[in-house]
T-cell receptor, first 114, second 114 residues
Framework: GEDVEQSLFLSVREGDSSVINCTYTDSSSTYLYWYKQEPGAGLQLLTYIFSNMDMKQDQRLTVLLNKKDKHLSLRIADTQTGDSAIYFCAEYQGLKGGADGLTFGKGTHLIIQP | DSGVTQTPKHLITATGQRVTLRCSPRSGDLSVYWYQQSLDQGLQFLIQYYNGEERAKGNILERFSAQQFPDLHSELNLSSLELGDSALYFC?????????????FGQGTRLTVV
């Protein structure tokens, strides 16, 4: 199965909080990332969390990590139309089996309703 | 602007042809990663170079190759192109090679094989 799983879509009203969830399978993951991709654009690093942390907050963004359940979430407070994008969860496991890159989920498309 | 530059932005070519994608990493970054993003496979790690040396390989086809030059820019060569190679190809760079330091992505090169 997939190493990193995310829901494909999330629809929220403008001004509400958005919570995007992600599950991963490798407990040895050292860093977990959230990237944002706007239409026609590249990936923008939003935030990342080291595996020994439970929570990280950066302005409107809050990342929660539950290592026991291998669950990562990204909360966006006061969601705005400019937050409409695809959000990718990614894990970094270190040099493992010759693959040293990030493993990405398929991405969650955040849709903002007016 | 992530500081990672990819050229060209768009490329249209015929099946059987060969193309070269170019990436200039952020100033000071030693690692360059190549990723392929397609609708069916999502984001897939292809290959990593660190300070001119190949560091790790992911799901890279034998028809594809890459290199990193002394000035740290990198090129991804795709040969004997097939329709299925149509995708968005991203380059990312990071300061380190093993420490999970965050990777910054370029805007991507959209390759269309006709």
């Amino acid at each position: 199965g997939e190493d990193v799983e995310q829901s494909l879509f999330l629809s929220v009203r403008e001004g509400d909080s958005s919570v995007i969830n992600c599950t991963y399978t490798d407990s040895s993951s050292t860093y977990l990332y959230w990237y944002k991709q706007e239409p026609g654009a590249g990936l923008q690093l939003l935030t990342y969390i080291f595996s020994n942390m439970d929570m990280k907050q950066d302005q409107r963004l809050t990342v929660l990590l539950n290592k026991k359940d291998k669950h990562l979430s990204l909360r966006i407070a006061d969601t705005q139309t400019g937050d409409s994008a695809i959000y990718f969860c990614a894990e970094y496991q270190g040099l493992k089996g010759g693959a040293d890159g990030l493993t990405f989920g398929k991405g969650t498309h955040l849709i903002i309703q007016p | 602007d992530s500081g990672v530059t990819q050229t060209p932005k768009h490329l249209i070519t015929a099946t059987g042809q060969r193309v070269t994608l170019r990436c200039s990493p952020r100033s000071g970054d030693l690692s360059v990663y190549w990723y392929q993003q397609s609708l069916d496979q999502g984001l897939q790690f292809l290959i990593q170079y660190y300070n001119g040396e190949e560091r790790a390989k992911g799901n890279i086809l034998e028809r594809f190759s890459a290199q990193q030059f002394p000035d740290l820019h990198s090129e991804l060569n795709l040969s004997s192109l097939e329709l299925g190679d149509s995708a968005l190809y991203f380059c990312a760079s990071s300061a380190g090679g093993r420490d999970g330091s965050e990777a910054f992505f370029g805007q991507g090169t959209r390759l269309t094989v006709v």
